[in-house]
């Protein structure tokens, strides 16, 4: 059995967007996952305790794509920030918009996992701020929380990925124009 991080998390977190977090069972996580319900149980004690695996490997791989994304000195400024903020994000509109236990399951993730979950925006917004502490000093603070803002709602609101992604490239570009930043760079 491999162990619990090598389990297929983003099936849990298909399953859990499939039934909501109250209907999934470990039967429906196990099989999922390609194991046997006693080998999930090998790993996981509940179901409570593969929640709490998905939803902070979704934050700590979430940041970690931010992070490498961020990273690309070879791309411009304005693509690196929306490769990062989608894969903060982005990458979870089309999902949340098929399902509809999704409010459940924010609700369930953000009642279990608030300090983890500030912990990981903080790391985004960290991102964000040393780009336009450079970019745009005495205004970094201002504009990393409007696009972190930028990206939540569009989360919310978006239709699909797509959407969310056009609507942070508008986001991104006023915020480059205000720092006077160059979004070619």
Not at 157 to 183: F, P, Q
Request: net charge negative.
């Amino acid at each position: 059995m491999p162990p619990k991080r090598d389990l297929d998390l983003d099936a849990a977190l298909d399953t859990f967007f499939l039934y909501g977090y109250r209907k999934a069972s470990m039967d429906d996580l196990a099989r999922a996952a390609g194991v046997s319900r006693q080998g999930l149980y090998n790993h996981f004690s509940s179901k409570a305790e593969v929640f709490r695996a998905t939803v902070l490997n979704i934050y700590e791989t979430s940041v970690a794509e931010a992070e490498a994304a961020m990273a690309d000195e070879a791309s411009p400024v304005a693509d690196r920030l929306l490769r990062a903020f989608d894969a903060w994000d982005g990458q979870y509109v089309d999902r949340m918009r098929v399902s509809p236990h999704t409010h459940e399951l924010f609700d369930q993730a953000v009642a279990d996992f608030f300090d983890e979950y500030q912990k990981a925006e903080g790391r985004i917004r960290s991102l964000v701020l040393a780009t336009f502490a450079a970019l745009s000093p005495g205004l970094e603070n201002e504009i990393a929380e409007t696009l972190v803002a930028a990206s939540t709602g569009l989360l919310h609101i978006a239709e699909d990925r797509a959407g969310y992604c056009k609507g942070m490239e508008g986001a991104i570009r006023v915020a480059l124009a205000t720092g006077k930043g160059d979004a070619a760079e």
